[in-house]
């Protein structure tokens, strides 16, 4: 079987889309592929020379390029060991070991680096059984929620995608894997996004997380590890939890200071700042979601889902421990009609409307109860962002 098709689809003044799919549109339906999709395009050589001319330098390279491809308007990154960049755009090239890139500077001091090729995306999405490889080459992506993975992957073997330490990925980048995915190697010293995978994740080889400065989560319904595997996190700031009820390591396997293994979502505190309300059942007419458009404390809170006239949108959870419940909340919605209320067993404690900052409120639970939020509409009028947000929820035995 060939590999998935790509579409790349340009935005004018701002990085495309990049579409892989197994889906036939002619046939309208998948097809079966046992490869992934190649990207790779300029791949990692080893710098041999650089020479100024003026608007732009010619980077030798100790290799080959194909020789019938066209590189203009390809990235490429001359320190294959940082993903900070900065990133030059390649204007031409001469043979078949000479890349033109435009720059005005004068060139710095990179002979005997290993330069790579970088992909930029405003989006990637992968669906319909798809998988990618980069080979070598880096793919960036700028937002938070730029990729997209769908469908019923049933394998993704993810590669560089995922597995090579200097991807890079953006700060509080989110990833969700659909299916059952496999590495050969996984390292990442200083990784700074969550990854959810549903299904199991089976790393070959090693497996070593390291986060310097942010407090990350990878989830997974098991992880496999083939040898040895490392989770550190970089104090005060830094923090890996492991979540999956199934953690098997054929090595040594170490959690060092800043890192956990959990067997399950942790109930509280819950301030939402893994991008998912996993743990928590939503429902009505819309679900809640996990969101940045407002926040008591960090990035993320919990918001209502997108309803209209007469409907309404839940979140709630069952407490395991009886204690001294603590919330944040907030609503902005046509007042003395549309409301945000909160329940303890559907008996409402609390009501709020209008236009709000966040409010603290405070309560003691048993164990047992189940907590509610709901945001509700009357039958007419839209006012305001028409929602409401919880944020850090805790509860004090």
């Known amino acids: 079987m060939g590999s998935a098709g790509t579409v790349y689809i340009e935005q004018i003044g701002r990085p495309g889309t990049l579409k892989v799919s197994n889906f036939d549109s002619v046939a309208g339906q998948t097809v079966s592929s046992d490869q992934p999709t190649p990207v790779e395009v300029v791949g990692r050589h080893r710098i041999v020379n650089v020479e100024d ?10 290799g080959n390029l194909e020789p019938h491809r066209d590189y203009a308007g390809y990235l490429v990154d001359l320190d294959a060991f940082s993903v900070d960049g900065p990133y030059y755009e390649i204007t031409g090239t001469e043979g078949t070991n000479r890349l033109i890139v435009s720059s005005l500077d004068d060139p710095p001091d990179v002979v005997g680096n ?3 090729g970088v992909h930029q995306f405003g989006e990637l999405q992968i669906a319909s059984g798809a998988s990618v490889d980069f080979g070598w080459d880096r793919p960036l992506v700028p937002g938070s929620d730029a990729v997209v993975i769908t469908d019923d992957i049933s394998e993704l073997q993810a590669g560089s995608f995922l597995g090579w330490e200097n991807v890079a990925w953006p700060r509080g980048f989110n990833l969700t894997l659909n299916g059952n995915t496999s590495l050969d190697e996984w390292r990442h010293s200083n990784m700074t996004w969550n990854l959810k995978v549903n299904g199991y994740l089976d790393v070959a080889q090693d497996m070593e997380i390291i986060s310097q400065d942010e407090a990350i989560t990878i989830r997974a319904d098991a992880v496999y590890v083939g040898r040895d595997a490392t989770f550190s996190g970089v104090v005060p700031d830094g923090f890996v939890s492991i979540v999956t009820p199934v953690l098997d390591v054929a090595g040594v396997l170490s959690f060092n200071e800043g890192s956990e293994h959990l067997t399950g979502p942790k109930d509280f505190p819950e301030d939402f700042e893994d991008a998912d309300i996993d743990g928590w059942t939503t429902g009505g007419n819309a679900n809640w979601y996990a969101t940045t458009d407002d926040a008591h404390g960090g990035s993320y809170s919990a918001g209502s889902g997108n309803i209209g006239d007469s409907q309404q949108s839940y979140i709630r959870k069952t407490v395991e421990t009886a204690g001294t419940l603590t919330f944040w909340w907030k609503v902005s919605s046509e007042s003395g009609w549309d409301y945000l209320r909160f329940y303890i067993n559907g008996i409402q404690q609390a009501s709020i409307s209008g236009s709000t900052s966040w409010q603290q409120r405070t ?20 006012y305001y962002l028409d929602k409401g947000w919880i944020d850090d929820i805790s509860l004090e035995e």
Do not use: C, F, H, P
């Open 53 to 62: 001319r003026g608007d732009s330098w010619m980077i030798q390279i100790n």
């Open 114 to 116: 290993d330069l790579v």
């Open 363 to 382: 309560y003691a639970v048993s164990a047992g109860d189940e907590i509610m939020w709901k945001y509700t509409k009357d039958g007419s009028v839209t």
